[in-house]
């Protein structure tokens, strides 16, 4: 009996000892990392080559959880703008905006910059005639320096498979190896590099081929979106073709480049 009463006292003080454990380190613990999410005040964006590039109209779409104001900056103007908790604000972009063909392998200086008091949500909309997409950017403080390109390689001839690179920064040196010739002339498996500040737009495109599967590694944190001019999904032979920009790619760890894989693909713990 006396042992018994022992026990159960040091089992009640052990006990008593780990809650208290428990409770400090919960006390002490800092508090979790949020997630990244596309909820942000500030984003870098682009609206990529539609067909044949003739009639396109480029808009961004604002959302905000609460209400809040903004601007959208582009090159040669900017646009004010106010959100209603739980609506949506759409500012459209002038024409000029939407990229070149990507004939040179130089950056155009034609990013779009949405900021906001708080934080808000942007897609961009691709329109035009019997072709429009659209995707849902990434905020600035989600932009990653190491990509995988998702892409698309079915389409008429005069179509092609394409991504675009936003910095965000000044004096950012991004590096590609393109997995199909481009529109430049840089033949596929090339490692190539190009410098831009921020707000400047790097379209590449290709001659023939799928540029699915490029990895982009950049110096400062980039935006990236992949697609296709106008495709036809999900062979060439299936009518009509239409532009795909839907494919923004998030930031993936260096590693992820290595994996060999029909498709690409970033693998999170």
């Known amino acids: 009996m006396i042992m ?4 159960a006292g040091v089992s009640a003080a052990a006990l008593a000892a780990s809650i208290s454990l428990i409770a400090g380190g919960a006390a002490s613990s800092s508090p979790p990392t949020p997630r990244p999410d596309h909820l942000g005040t500030g984003f870098w964006v682009t609206v990529p080559r539609n067909d044949d590039g003739l009639s396109v109209t480029g808009s961004v779409i604002i959302t905000g959880p609460r209400a809040t104001s903004g601007t959208v900056t582009y090159p040669g103007g900017s646009s004010d703008f106010t959100v209603t908790a739980g609506s949506s604000t759409t500012v459209t972009l002038p024409a000029s905006v939407q990229l070149d063909a990507a004939t040179a392998a130089t950056p155009q200086n034609k990013g779009v910059h949405v900021t906001a008091l708080d934080e808000v949500s942007v897609v961009v909309m691709d329109y ?4 429009a997409d659209d995707y849902l950017a990434l905020p600035t403080d989600v932009t990653g320096k190491e990509h995988l390109v998702l892409a698309w ?9 394409q991504f675009a690179v936003v910095a965000t920064a000044d004096d950012t040196e991004v590096t590609y190896t393109p997995q199909a010739a481009t529109s430049s002339g840089i033949a596929a498996g090339t490692v190539t590099t190009a410098n831009l500040d921020a707000g400047d737009v790097l379209p590449v495109s290709s001659s023939t081929g799928n540029l699915t599967g490029t990895p982009v590694t950049s110096t400062k944190p980039v935006g990236v979106v992949g697609g296709h001019s106008c495709a036809n999904i999900p062979t060439a032979q299936t009518f009509y073709c239409d532009v795909v920009i839907g494919l923004r790619q998030s930031s993936c760890p260096v590693w992820a480049l290595e994996i060999p894989t029909t498709w690409p693909v970033c693998l999170t713990m």
Do not use: E, F, Q
């Open 4 to 7: 018994k009463r022992w026990l």
């Open 128 to 131: 035009r005639d019997a072709s």
């Open 153 to 161: 390689g079915a389409g008429p001839i005069t179509t092609v498979s």
